[in-house]
């Protein structure tokens, strides 16, 4: 497809309402099989919001070094990422049509860089293990881009800043991580465990900076210290936070999806803007 092709079938697409930006904390694989206060708040998200045309999903679960992908697989699959995990779990399929057109748009949105086609990915844990629960007739296309891994967290807030447009042509964007996320210090109680104190100190600071509309300052993860690093001993977990970040207008309304904790360190705060 050429950039004219492009244009003639995006301008057929209709202005809708804008897409909200959304950010998921996606925690265990096994919330894909739960009937649980979080997986509950994901089937409300689905019930409440406009149907998208698209779905682009952001995960934690695809990293690539050097340069950003967006999938263009017309019929991705589902990738079990993990192991030792219950066999119920693998014999989960969530697998909606992909939306190649669509992921060329990005393509042609994007002009810092160069974003490539990638022609062979499915869909991560960090995209189907939520997307089940808020569509679960895996009926709307969908695709991902991934997280250039080598690139700072301020790189990916102003990569998200130029995908802003798609909200208005009914693709809803989705990022999904953890605001707080460190699997070394697991308390193995699940979500009956009390979060540390600088699980909770950590995701207070990131909640009142979204409340305060400092969006850009959760870039700056190196003015964390400390406590971002035991927070985030490594960053990918954070960085899809910066893509609903720089998606939102300082105007917009931001509200908590859900607000809790996994194991004590993970963080499962999910929060919408638009």
Same mark, same amino acid.
């Given at each position: 497809?050429?950039?004219?092709?492009?244009?003639?079938?995006?301008?057929?697409?209709?202005?809708?309402?804008?897409?909200?930006?959304?950010?998921?904390? !996606?925690?265990?694989?096994?919330?894909?099989?739960?009937?649980?206060?979080?997986?509950?708040?994901? !089937?409300?998200?689905?019930?409440?919001?406009?149907?998208?045309?698209?779905?682009?999903?952001?995960?934690? @679960?695809?990293?690539?070094?050097?340069?950003?992908?967006?999938?263009?697989?017309?019929?991705?699959?589902?990738? +079990?990422?993990?192991?030792?995990?219950?066999?119920?779990? +693998?014999?989960?399929?969530?697998?909606?049509?992909?939306?190649?057109?669509?992921?060329?748009?990005?393509?042609?949105?994007?002009?810092?860089?160069?974003?490539?086609?990638? @022609?062979?990915?499915?869909?991560?844990?960090?995209?189907?293990?939520?997307?089940? !629960?808020?569509?679960?007739?895996?009926?709307?296309?969908?695709?991902?881009?991934?997280?250039?891994?080598?690139?700072?967290?301020?790189?990916?807030?102003?990569?998200?800043?130029?995908?802003?447009?798609?909200?208005?042509?009914?693709?809803?964007?989705?990022?999904?991580?953890?605001?707080? @996320?460190?699997?070394?210090?697991?308390?193995?109680?699940?979500?009956?465990?009390?979060?540390?104190?600088?699980?909770?100190?950590?995701?207070?600071?990131?909640?009142?900076?979204?409340?305060?509309?400092?969006?850009?300052?959760?870039?700056?993860?190196?003015?964390?210290?400390?406590?971002?690093?035991?927070? !985030?001993?490594?960053?990918?977990? +954070?960085?899809?936070?910066?893509?609903?970040?720089?998606?939102?207008?300082?105007?917009?309304?931001?509200?908590?999806?859900?607000?809790?904790?996994?194991?004590?360190?993970?963080?499962?705060?999910?929060?919408?803007?638009?």
């Amino acid at each position: 497809m050429n950039l004219q092709e492009l244009k003639n079938i995006s301008a057929g697409f209709k202005l809708t309402e804008k897409m909200p930006a959304i950010f998921i904390g !996606h925690g265990n694989p096994m919330n894909a099989l739960a009937d649980n206060s979080f997986t509950d708040s994901l !089937h409300t998200l689905g019930e409440n919001i406009e149907r998208p045309r698209a779905i682009l999903v952001v995960s934690a @679960h695809w990293l690539t070094m050097n340069r950003t992908y967006v999938s263009v697989n017309p019929a991705p699959h589902t990738i +079990y990422d993990f192991g030792g995990f219950p066999q119920q779990l +693998y014999n989960v399929k969530y697998e909606p049509k992909g939306a190649p057109a669509v992921a060329r748009e990005v393509i042609s949105e994007v002009k810092s860089i160069g974003i490539l086609e990638e @022609h062979k990915m499915g869909l991560d844990h960090g995209a189907w293990t939520v997307l089940r !629960h808020i569509y679960p007739d895996a009926d709307i296309p969908t695709f991902q881009m991934s997280i250039d891994f080598s690139k700072p967290p301020q790189f990916h807030f102003e990569l998200a800043r130029e995908l802003r447009s798609l909200r208005n042509r009914g693709v809803m964007i989705l990022a999904s991580g953890n605001i707080v @996320h460190n699997l070394r210090q697991i308390n193995w109680g699940g979500d009956t465990a009390q979060p540390y104190d600088w699980a909770l100190e950590f995701d207070t600071m990131v909640k009142n900076k979204l409340d305060n509309r400092q969006l850009a300052e959760l870039a700056d993860f190196k003015s964390f210290g400390a406590l971002g690093q035991i927070a !985030h001993p490594s960053n990918d977990h +954070y960085l899809p936070v910066l893509y609903t970040a720089g998606l939102i207008n300082t105007d917009e309304p931001i509200k908590y999806l859900y607000e809790g904790f996994d194991m004590g360190s993970i963080s499962m705060r999910c929060f919408q803007a638009g």
